[in-house]
């Protein structure tokens, strides 16, 4: 059976966060549809802050049905998942998939949207350390480690940690080749 994975992601995603395990999850067997805040493209960069490719999302977030989907991945970079966040469609599409117990994966600045769901509180975590404190004050337990996993959740720092994190997901996801 395809397991079926949406991936949320605005304007300022960090494109090998996105991109890296999009593939390995595709090489793996899986279904993706890119969500992001509306149908279309958007903007991707490099390093937080040199725009680099386009991608286009199949879906809004407000179309998006949560049932439809088996896990979820929230690529970092520091502005998309502040984007998210602050959307309240995008907040309630991932507090439900959390509140299911499906799997989600989040990476360097990814965990700052599961901060919205108040999920988090009582969970290890890891991320890139600048949000560490934002993390800790929503009740998590913040270490640093290349990969963590609690619970539904798979956590990791950044794109140095990528080669750990795909097969994590890969298998956390439960997709197989």
């Known amino acids: 059976m395809t397991r079926k994975i949406a991936v949320l992601a605005a304007d300022g995603t960090e494109e090998i966060e996105l991109t890296s395990p999009v593939q390995a999850l595709e090489k793996s067997g899986a279904e993706i549809t ?11 960069v490099k390093g937080d802050i040199y725009p680099s490719r386009k991608f286009t999302a199949d879906l809004a977030v407000g179309e998006a049905a949560p049932a439809d989907y088996d896990a979820l991945l929230l690529p970092g970079g520091v502005f998309s998942p502040d984007k998210l966040r602050a959307n309240d469609a995008a907040v309630r599409f991932v507090a439900a998939i959390a509140s299911s117990g499906k799997p989600i994966a989040a990476i360097c600045h990814g965990a700052q949207t599961l901060i919205e769901t ?34 539904p959740f798979v956590f990791s720092r950044s794109p140095d940690d990528l080669s750990a994190f795909n097969a994590a997901i890969i298998k956390h996801f439960g997709v197989s080749s």
Do not use: H
């Open 34 to 44: 890119v969500i992001s805040l509306e149908r279309g493209e958007f903007q991707a």
């Open 118 to 151: 108040g999920m988090l509180k009582g969970r290890t975590v890891t991320s890139w350390p600048a949000i560490k404190t934002d993390l800790k004050n929503a009740g998590a337990k913040w270490v640093d480690d290349e990969v963590v996993i609690d619970g």
